[in-house]
Every structure is written in C-alpha cells, then in structure tokens.
C-alpha cells in the first residue's frame, strides 16, 4: 500500500497524507525554523512517515507548482523560491516520485462546484474529511496552507485510481 503526500510549499503552507483509500493518515503545517522552510524537519517528517506502518511506503508526492506573483517582490520570490526548491530538494533526497501540479489543474479536479480559492479548499476538506483537524492548536480559524495540502494529497490519489 502506498501514501499519497500533498505540499502546499510556502511558509504558511502545509503536508498531508492520505492512504489509498483516501483516510487522512496525517497533517502537519509546514515545518518552518528561522522563518524558512525547515528541510531537516520536513525530511524527518516524510521519514517518520515511511516508518508508521511496514506495509506502506510514500507512492506519490503532490506538490503544487508555483511561480511569480504579481506585484510581489523580488525578496520575497526568492525566498518563496528558496523555499520550493527546498522542498523539492528533500523530495528528491529521499527518492520520492514527486508530481508538480499547477493549482488551477487540481482545484479543477478536486474542487468541483466549490470556489477555488482557499475557502473552497477548507470547504472541501471539512465536508470530505469532518474528522481532520484543521485548526491548529492555539488557533481559531482553519489553517488553509494544511487544506491546500489535503487537496493536492486527494489529487494525487485520484491520479492513481485512473484507468
């Protein structure tokens, strides 16, 4: 049996996994120190996963394709950049098959009939999974990086159901 991942790569971003038949094994926000993307941490994280349960191992990591925005500085898509390849990196370092997906092709396929914005993905998330815990501890709200993540974990799964 394999784990599907999703990564939502930013700062406020998040990891989620789901088993094959879609129940949430985990959700972690992005693992972050010195206000960057912590590799050691996210490495760790994707380790430990690889350690829960003999008989499964990661299949698929999702990660959402990202790029520019606009009107945002070049500081900061730098170090949002930095960030992505971090990610990617460690993917890599641990040998997972990582598939890049842009976030109108997963929102398309995850979240129909809902906005496709981070509403529609919480949206989605607490409607599918009324388990999961979104809300972080010492939090009210969602955490919409975590959301995104499950979404991305969902599309990927849904990849490997196809004919």
Same mark, same amino acid.
């Given at each position: ?13 998040? =990891? %989620? ?25 996210? %490495? ?11 008989? #499964? ?14 009107? #945002? ?22 040998? %997972?098959?990582?598939?890049? =997906? ?19 993905? =919480? #949206? ?36 490997? #159901?196809?004919?």
């Amino acid at each position: 049996m394999h784990l599907t991942i999703g990564i939502d790569p930013g700062l406020h971003g998040g =990891v %989620a996994a789901l088993d094959h038949a879609g129940t949430v094994v985990g959700l972690w926000p992005m693992p972050v120190a010195g206000g960057e993307v912590h590799p050691a941490g996210l %490495a760790d994280l994707l380790r430990s996963l690889r350690c829960m349960d003999s008989h #499964q191992d990661i299949g698929r990591v999702c990660i959402e394709k990202v790029g520019a925005m606009p009107k #945002q500085g070049v500081a900061s898509t730098f170090k949002f950049g930095t960030g992505w390849g971090m990610v990617r990196g460690v993917c890599a370092a641990l040998g %997972a098959s990582v598939v890049l =997906v842009p976030s109108p092709i997963w929102k398309k396929r995850v979240l129909l009939g809902l906005p496709h914005d981070k509403a529609g993905a =919480v #949206q989605f998330c607490t409607s599918r999974w009324p388990t999961a815990d979104l809300v972080l501890p010492g939090c009210r709200v969602p955490h919409d990086g975590i959301a995104d993540a499950l979404c991305l974990a969902e599309y990927g799964r849904l990849l490997e #159901q196809r004919p």
